[in-house]
């Protein structure tokens, strides 16, 4: 059975900073694209960030210069590093993951998904 436990939400002000953490399992990691999407009430998931079953990375606009995506294969565990946040970036994350790269690109497309934590950002 694969699961993806998301980690690391809470509240924080602007300006702060957050990392989230999601830990793997039932699939082999290492051969797996990773990525982190959010959703607000009412909208559609979208892609935060993405990356590689190697050291390719991919951002959305929004978060570039202020997130990073990080894996651990020895933990099965993917990372997103969130500094300077916004009330902009208030959604909840989900952790991801394909085979495909181009599908955790795509945001929604992913396989297998997380539960979601909460991220919320005061102004």
């Known amino acids: 059975q694969v699961q993806l436990v998301e980690s690391g939400g809470g509240v924080v002000q602007a300006g702060g900073s957050l990392r989230l953490s999601c830990v793997v399992s039932?699939?082999?990691?290492?051969?797996?694209?990773v990525g982190w999407a959010r959703q607000d009430p009412g909208k559609e998931r979208t892609l935060v960030a993405a990356?590689?079953?190697?050291?390719?990375?991919y951002y959305a606009d929004s978060v570039k210069g202020r997130f990073t995506i990080s894996r651990d294969d020895a933990k099965n565990t993917v990372y997103l590093q969130m500094n300077n946040l916004k009330p902009e970036d208030t959604a909840v994350y989900y952790c991801?993951?394909?085979?495909?790269?181009?599908?955790?690109?795509?945001?929604?497309?992913?396989?297998?998904w997380g539960q979601g934590t909460q991220v919320t950002v005061s102004s």
């Open positions: 991801d993951a394909d085979t495909s790269f181009g599908a955790v690109i795509g945001g929604y497309l992913a396989r297998y």
């Open positions: 990356h590689n079953s190697g050291t390719m990375t």
């Open positions: 039932g699939l082999a990691f290492g051969n797996y694209a």
